[in-house]
């Protein structure tokens, strides 16, 4: 930003005259471009942007934000989906992760230019469901796509519903996960005869395992994402809390139902792992990556979508459900799921419809091509193979998808939302020490009280 | 504002022509200027009337139209927010910490450069070139440098037995860190501008001066600062207008934290407009901070511009 953005208005003559060049120039350069997407004959999305009507007759424009190792196996899933349905053409967006995606999502349709498919959270889909923008998909379409409920793990499926309906399906479930170095862990006595790693079921085992990491790598035990980051602290904190059976949120967002005893206890726990030195109360993501793939650190903590990074690194390292420390015989684990959905269309095209789930079945059949990204899918056909189960480490936490907790309901709740910003910035500071944990807990509901007060815009 | 800076400079035409040759120069001028004005009042001043409109409405982004009728409602609870007042006073801090350093670090810089008659554009290069980056590439470089464990700038300090603040992670340092990323990024602006005021001046005001017997530190004292006074009215006026706009900084390097510290007014609107999908509230709250920019900025050109008169 800063000076060089529209409307600071660059003064003096130099100004002036570098403008009227700098429009002249953008002005021929615009009509070059115009004038090259009609040549090529493309209906790209800038130049559809500008007409009144979208080409669609025999193809599926789909939008989605997956960057990094997902967007590389996406476009392998693309290509597949080309592959077998040489008829239909297909146009795929790829935008920013998080709001600046689901702004364009939300805007697009009420503009009546919706994309014929979209990704979405599990948990922001609800809020773009309550907010008119999804198309209902009805029993009889599903059956004929092959798309029945009970091809899908439970967990996702019913979590997607929404009063009962079908408005999005699930492609996945994405847990937070334990990532390990298996050399440290293994120098630590902490891995089974079979080399697995013996459970840190207690709060006991958990801190045990993290210091004898510790006293081999002789820097951290564990590495967290904490300094300018805001889903990862909330995230583990939703994992002990929710093991706990902790509430945040209930009516839709409207009232707030933080435990304040099982709140505290996460709080005072999360912070003795900082202040004892056995999580560094200082990294922010990238240096909570590179310090475990350094070798610094026995475990790392975050979505199981980091594998690529440390496969790629060739690091020795193992990934399994991220641990039950408070949570008895009942497991749960922050997660939430992608799903597949069809925008409210403008104009109802039953023809474009089957082809927006003949896309979706097709993602779903290359369920094997995103389980290696680190994804556990919903697709049972794929889920329950054997070839799936050897898949390792990734059907280590395969279990997850079952114990998934999502983010509370609410207007600003859900994934890289109001709800996430303000927990995960009370709770991080709270690790990095500059919160006491009833001052972070007091912050927490004191801001999402603010919210679950305000009326819902949706 | 600005152009009024610039147009104080010249003499106003005196009305001589015959009244039809004027006319027919009016109209020549239109015609020039209407690219501009379409696309000015296409895409600042409708979408700013608009946005005057949806702030007194609980208008939605995920809702066609502008939804029921608030009042004043959004600006009462703008101003009963506690969210809002921080990110104000974390907007000004901002502003606080780069305005000065963005104008003398420029001004001195500049006079350093002024003096190398070989090799100049060097110096013009070296300081400009950080400027014409895009802000997320500065942040990107900025939050490597930065990085807690591993980054440049600890190690660095590190060898000479400093020991780094955790600079984006430390309250207290968050804002000053991000302070120091903009006065690189944005320094050469400044610098250019400052150099291009130093060569207007007639090098014979100097011989002259050193002739009578001036220090070049007198030199710099009662020569080039006055002179230069025109420069800086502008560099100062244009530079507390930019700080009080940042965004893109907080928004890449530290998203407003550590808990919310380094959120600026204009990242509060974009929480609330676009996370929140309050765009009605976020109109309200930009509308606010329109009228404080306008007020500082009216206050401070008043105070640079009587200064510049007593010199």
Not at chain 1, 170 to 197: I, Q, R, W
Not at chain 1, 274 to 293: E, K, M, R, V
Not at chain 1, 313 to 337: C, E, I, R
Not at chain 1, 374 to 395: F, N, V
Request: proline fraction near 6%; aromatic fraction near 12%.
């Amino acid at each position: 930003m800063m000076k060089e953005s529209a409307g600071s208005g660059l003064p003096g003559h130099a100004g002036a005259a570098l403008s009227r060049r700098g429009l002249l120039r953008g002005a021929a350069g615009f009509a070059g471009l115009g004038a090259l997407t009609s040549l090529t004959g493309c209906s790209s999305s800038a130049l559809s942007g500008l007409t009144t009507s979208r080409e669609t007759a025999g193809s599926v424009e789909y939008w989605n934000l997956f960057g990094g190792g997902d967007g590389v196996r996406m476009q392998d899933m693309e290509q597949g989906f080309q592959k077998s349905h040489p008829g239909v053409g297909l146009s795929a967006v790829t935008f920013a992760w998080g709001n600046p995606y689901y702004t364009k999502l939300s805007l697009a349709t009420i503009g009546q230019k919706p994309p014929d498919v979209a990704v979405a959270h599990l948990t922001r889909m609800k809020s773009l469901v309550a907010a008119g923008l999804v198309q209902e998909l009805s029993q009889q379409e599903l059956a004929a796509a092959g798309l029945t409920a009970d091809k899908f793990s439970r967990r996702p499926w019913e979590a997607g519903l929404v009063g009962g309906k079908v408005y999005a399906i699930p492609l996945d479930t994405h847990p937070f996960v334990m990532f390990y170095n298996t050399d440290v862990c293994k120098k630590a006595g902490l891995l089974a005869e079979d080399g697995s790693l013996a459970p840190l079921n207690s709060p006991d085992a958990f801190r045990n395992a993290l210091s004898k990491a510790k006293a081999v790598t002789g820097v951290t035990g564990a590495t967290l994402a904490i300094t300018n980051e805001i889903p990862t602290p909330w995230r583990i904190f939703q994992c002990f809390y929710s093991q706990l059976g902790g509430q945040m949120l209930a009516q839709e967002g409207t009232e707030v139902t933080i435990d304040d005893a099982k709140a505290l206890q996460v709080l005072q726990f999360l912070r003795s792992l900082t202040a004892q030195g056995l999580i560094p109360p200082a990294l922010d993501y990238q240096g909570s990556i590179a310090t475990f793939a350094n070798g610094d650190a026995g475990f790392f903590f975050q979505g199981e979508w980091e594998i690529s990074t440390f496969q790629t690194a060739k690091m020795p390292f193992g990934m399994t459900l991220f641990p039950n420390v408070f949570g008895g015989d009942k497991y749960a684990v922050q997660a939430d799921s992608h799903t597949l959905l069809v925008p409210r269309q403008p104009t109802d095209d039953p023809a474009q419809r089957q082809r927006a789930l003949q896309f979706i079945r097709s993602m779903l059949d290359q369920s094997k091509t995103w389980a290696e990204g680190g994804h556990i899918p919903a697709w049972l056909p794929y889920r329950d193979t054997p070839e799936y189960k050897q898949l390792r480490p990734q059907s280590n936490y395969a279990t997850a998808d079952a114990a998934a907790v999502y983010d509370p309901e609410g207007w600003y709740s859900g994934s890289g939302s109001n709800f996430e910003i303000v927990t995960g910035s009370s709770i991080g500071a709270v690790l990095s020490g500059q919160l006491t944990p009833q001052a972070g807990l007091a912050q927490m509901r004191t801001k999402l009280q603010a919210l679950a007060s305000t009326p819902s815009p949706i | 504002m600005t152009t009024s800076t610039v147009e104080r400079g010249r003499a106003t035409p005196a009305p001589t022509a015959t009244s039809s040759k004027a006319r027919h120069e009016d109209r020549a001028a239109l015609g020039f200027l209407a690219p501009f004005v379409v696309l000015y009042l296409l895409l600042i001043i409708g979408p700013a009337i608009y946005g005057l409109v949806m702030s007194f409405f609980n208008t939605s982004l995920v809702k066609p139209g502008l939804s029921s009728f608030a009042g004043l409602g959004n600006y009462a609870g703008a101003l009963s927010s506690s969210d809002f007042w921080s990110s104000l006073w974390h907007t000004i801090w901002f502003t606080i910490l780069t305005t000065p350093p963005l104008i003398v670090l420029a001004f001195v810089l500049a006079l350093l450069a002024d003096r190398f008659a070989r090799g100049r554009w060097f110096f013009r290069l070296a300081f400009f070139a950080p400027y014409v980056m895009p802000s997320a590439v500065v942040a990107l470089i900025w939050l490597w440098l930065y990085t807690p464990g591993l980054g440049l700038l600890e190690k660095g300090l590190g060898l000479i037995g400093i020991t780094a603040p955790n600079w984006l992670g430390d309250p207290a340092w968050a804002m000053p860190s991000l302070a120091l990323t903009t006065v690189w990024w944005t320094l050469g602006f400044n610098f250019v501008l400052y150099l291009a005021g130093l060569q207007e001046i007639s090098r014979e005001l100097y011989e002259a001066a050193s002739i009578d017997g001036a220090s070049p530190w007198q030199q710099i004292r009662y020569i080039t600062i006055p002179l230069l006074g025109r420069t800086t009215t502008l560099v100062a006026v244009l530079q507390v207008i930019a700080s009080l706009k940042v965004f893109d900084q907080m928004y890449i390097m530290t998203s407003g934290g550590p808990n919310f510290t380094t959120r600026s007014v204009l990242q509060y609107v974009y929480d609330e407009g676009f996370t929140n999908f309050r765009v009605g509230y976020a109109s309200a709250v930009s509308m606010l901070f329109f009228l404080v920019v306008l007020a500082v900025s009216a206050v401070w050109f008043r105070l640079v511009q009587g200064q510049e008169k007593e010199v």
